[in-house]
Nanobody
């Protein structure tokens, strides 16, 4: 059974950058689309970004468009989320997940999840 592990979170000042990684073990991400989601305290988990299996198609939530970039290295079985121009409202636990079908925007369309990595942006 595939396990996903996120890393790269931390504390950063507003305007700074972080790069999150999502690595798979016990299975592959190579043939699957992957999504990033985030959940802030007291809020529902929300879609952030999605990338197809080859990396040729990506899409983003409006709130992060132009600031975040999703990418992948299938040789390393890893997906990345480059986050630039971070804002305090980006503070959340960030999760990666393997896509199983649908529009790609709903958490219900993903069936394997990592444990999450905390991103905190100070003002």
């Amino acid at each position: 059974q595939v396990q996903l592990v996120e890393s790269g979170g931390g504390l950063v000042q507003a305007g700074g950058s972080l790069r999150l990684s999502c690595a798979a073990s016990g299975g592959t991400l190579r043939n699957y689309a992957v999504g990033w989601f985030r959940q802030a305290p007291g809020k529902e988990r929300e879609f952030v970004a999605h990338i197809n299996w080859s990396g040729s198609t990506t899409y983003y939530a409006d709130s992060v468009k132009g600031r975040f970039t999703i990418s992948r290295d299938n040789a390393k079985n890893t997906v990345y989320l480059q986050m630039d121009s971070l804002k305090p409202e980006d503070t959340a636990v960030y999760y990666c997940a393997r896509y199983r079908g649908g529009t790609g925007y709903s958490a219900r369309e993903y069936n394997y999840w990592g444990q999450g990595t905390q991103v905190t942006v100070s003002s």
